[in-house]
């Protein structure tokens, strides 16, 4: 018998191309043109489907999906058009173009995240993508950890051997690399609470020490500080859940994998895990106790972040409360005395005020507080184990995030971020549309 061939739709295509370059997206100049990093699979794929967007908009019946957290939409549109109209007043126009294009990417990729998602499953295959991703990106940092090599990528490449302990290859520097290691490690610390099935445990429970020794080799203070509000926040929304299931087996094994990954960078952080072979320099960049004399000296790490917050804040005031215009934080900066070399304000929510003004921080900070509490509150009321999976993970996770963006360079092509607050919409958005699905993973 002859079974008729299923057609694969404009709309379905762009649906599967768009969950393809999501990790991708992660990938980045991972996945590029041998020599030239800007040519990536993700910016080749984004605009073929931008293309094929185009077409699906002029071609045939078209069916939009129910958009339920068109209220944050708003925002990112609004972001953007601002964006645009402060191209007038911008100091450096080049700056400002280049860094509107990022936006325009990154907030498309945001807004379209919950436009295909549109299912649980969907949802599952997006996350198991990323999971993956996020296992290449552990292994080449373990890669780096035990032979020293560098992948073209890092940007330690031709540095003298002091600076060759850190784990830098696949977000080009250790702190984006920390801070993407942060917001994933909610996701894997939940599993053990919704789920009894062995493999998904063993492999998370490998995961989340590889995380932890990765991490270790970054250095990263405020990523550590950003773990240290995510894991007890993890424990509150999971105690306050209502129907979650889980036995006290769970909870047990739960809280095993929190104290092995504490324990494990503590450990790490000061020296006492010779194992690991974390050279003095790197133990040193996780001491707390020097921030305080290198604010009051006006050096080093803690120094030179006061400098950059002063400097912001008064090119705030000087912009007259409107922002300098996209990507012109660092040309006014490098103007001021002692901060000619700046590169990035790494500080992002810094870097929303100063660019954007006091307008566009605020619909910053009520979009990413209207984003978390609601995915608190879908956590707490979903029926579905995955919808609340997901919720209960980004939930956590954007809480540590309010710390650890004072971590990247610069967020604007930061993709885990952006990709984070994609999943959380689409996470609020199945919940509300409560599309029936027949998924039993977890």
């Known amino acids: 018998m002859n079974h008729p061939t299923r057609r694969l739709t404009l709309s379905e295509a762009l649906r599967w191309g768009f969950l393809i370059l999501l990790p991708l997206a992660v990938l980045g100049s991972i996945v590029a043109w041998p020599g030239f990093r800007t040519l990536s699979a993700f910016r080749l794929l984004y605009i073929l489907l931008c293309l094929e967007a185009v077409l699906w908009l002029f071609t045939g019946r078209k ?21 645009l109209l402060s191209l007038l007043w911008a ?10 294009i990022f936006l325009i990417m990154m907030a498309s990729l945001t807004a379209a995240t919950p436009l295909a998602i549109t299912r649980v499953r969907y949802l599952l295959v997006a996350l198991l993508l990323l999971l993956v991703v996020l296992g290449v990106a552990l292994s080449i940092g373990v890669m780096e950890i035990t032979t ?26 250790q702190n984006d690399f920390a801070t993407y290691i942060a917001l994933w490690l909610p996701v894997l610390a939940a599993v053990p609470f919704f789920t009894r099935r062995p493999l998904p445990l063993v492999l998370v429970f490998l995961g989340s020490l590889v995380c932890a020794i990765c991490l270790l080799y970054t250095g990263s ?43 494990l960078l503590f450990l790490g952080a000061t020296g006492r895990l010779p194992v690991l072979s974390l050279p003095w320099v790197g133990v040193q960049h996780w001491r707390f106790d020097t921030l305080e004399a290198e604010i009051e000296a006006g050096e080093g790490s803690g120094g030179n972040r006061i400098k950059l917050i002063q400097g912001g804040l008064a090119a705030v005031r000087d912009s007259r409360l409107l ?34 003004g006091l307008l ?21 009321a979903s029926g579905d184990k995955i919808v609340a999976f997901a919720a209960t993970a980004l939930s956590v996770a954007l809480v540590g995030y ?3 963006s ?3 360079s610069s967020a604007i092509h930061f993709t885990p971020m952006w990709i984070h607050f994609g999943l959380g919409l689409a996470v609020l958005n199945l919940h509300r549309t409560r599309a029936p699905d027949d998924l039993t993973v977890l």
């Open 402 to 404: 309010t710390a650890g």
């Open 91 to 100: 100091a450096d126009k080049a700056a400002g173009v280049r860094y509107s």
């Open 323 to 356: 922002g300098l215009g996209p990507g012109n934080a660092e040309t006014y900066l490098r103007e001021q005395r002692g901060l000619e070399l700046v590169q990035n304000l790494h500080n992002w929510w810094l870097e929303v005020l100063v660019n954007g």
């Open 221 to 263: 203070r405020t990523n550590l500080l950003a773990l240290g509000l995510m894991a007890p926040s993890l424990l509150v929304v999971l105690a306050l859940r209502r129907g979650t299931g889980s036995t006290p087996w769970q909870w047990i094994l739960g809280l095993v994998l929190l104290c092995s990954v504490a324990v």
């Open 406 to 408: 004072l971590s990247p």
């Open 148 to 173: 020293d090599f560098r992948l073209p990528t890092s940007m330690l490449v031709g540095l003298p051997e002091r600076y060759q302990w850190a784990v830098t290859s696949f977000f080009h520097n």
């Open 360 to 380: 566009v921080f605020v619909g910053y900070a009520i979009f990413y507080v209207a984003l978390l509490w609601n995915l608190f509150r879908v956590s707490m």
């Open 63 to 83: 069916t939009l999906p129910k958009v339920h957290v068109w209220w944050l939409l708003v925002f990112l549109a609004f972001w953007v058009a601002w964006t």
